[in-house]
Structures are given as C-alpha cells and as structure tokens.
C-alpha cells in the first residue's frame, strides 16, 4: 500500500476544511484497517485447536485447588493435596491401623523411612547346628530326630539327576 501524501495544515493545527481526515494509525504489516480488524471475541480463521488434557494433568490440576479447612476455631486456605495428607496423618495418629499403613507406605516411597531389612543369615543348617537341635530335643523329651536335609541326587560323572530311591522308614510304636 502507498502512503497518503500529508496535506498541509493551517497555522492552528488543524485540517483544511475540503481536505480528508488523516488516519489516526498507520496500516502496515500487522496494523490492517479498521474495518478489516477481527472484533472482540472473535476467533479469527480458527488457528489450531487446543490440545485434550490428559488425566495426569487434570488431577495435578484438582489438586492444586485450594479449599479452606477448619482447625479448632481457626481456618486456612490449603491445596487439596495438601488437606488430604493432613487428614491422613491425623488419622494414623488417632489410631486407624489402614491410616497408618498407608501413610508408611507412603513414607516408604518418598525415602523419609527406610524400609524393613531382609534376613542376612539364610545359610542351611551345619551338622554342629543339627547337634545343637538334637541335644535340645533329647533333654526335653522329644525323642525324635531332626531330619538331615536332603542330599543331592546328581551323579558326580554326568550331572545327572536320580529319581529320588522310595524308602520307608520303620517308626517304632
């Protein structure tokens, strides 16, 4: 678009009477005219569309909403996240086995505690072990033996398994 040539003006400022009214802006890449303008509220040709949330994002989104809660005669203004956790605190305090396991669950995960160790002493039982057992058993009446654990039955030369041999032991009656 070609500018419009100013027209002079008169000592006071203004316009000559026969003279058109100067545009109060100049139009130009991004200042379209007037009347080619979008008016308010109008979307324009459309653009893209808005992209669908996914559930992760709305309930981070929920959860960050505030709510007041009342404690005694006091109120405060909390997340929801945060009033969910203070509930289940104070249930586990008050008592409520579930409230507590949960929250130690929840302790668990988030490294505040550390969890249970396992067992380190798994090793099978020595025959110094089964001696000890024995004598135990012999002073309190229990005239029964302990019973060895069970030997392999792989072949030294191949690697091969038996099948188990069927005995059957005799019990005194």
């Known amino acids: 678009m070609a500018k419009q040539p100013r027209l002079p003006e008169t000592p006071d400022g203004t316009q000559p009477s026969g ?7 100049v139009v130009g890449y991004g200042l379209p005219p007037a009347h080619r303008r979008y008016k308010p509220g109008h979307r324009g040709c459309g653009g893209r569309p808005k992209r669908q949330r996914n559930v992760g994002t709305v309930l981070k989104d929920t ?3 505030r709510i007041t809660i009342r404690e005694g005669k006091r109120t405060r203004s909390v997340s929801k996240l945060d009033a969910i956790i203070l509930r289940l605190v104070n249930d586990a305090a008050s008592g409520n086995a579930k ?3 949960n929250l130690i669950t929840l302790m668990r995960s988030h490294g505040l505690i550390e969890p249970p160790q396992e067992a ?13 057992i024995a004598d135990f058993l012999g002073r309190h009446g229990n005239q029964a033996e302990p019973t060895q654990p069970p ?9 091969e398994a038996e099948p188990p041999s069927k005995e059957i032991k005799e019990t005194k009656s």
């Open 99 to 101: 409230a507590q396991s």
């Open 19 to 25: 003279a058109a009214p100067a545009p109060s802006y």
């Open 120 to 132: 380190t002493n798994t090793e099978p039982f020595t025959s110094d072990d089964l001696a000890i």
């Open 63 to 65: 959860l960050d909403e």
């Open 151 to 159: 030997e392999s039955n792989e072949k030294p030369e191949t690697g």
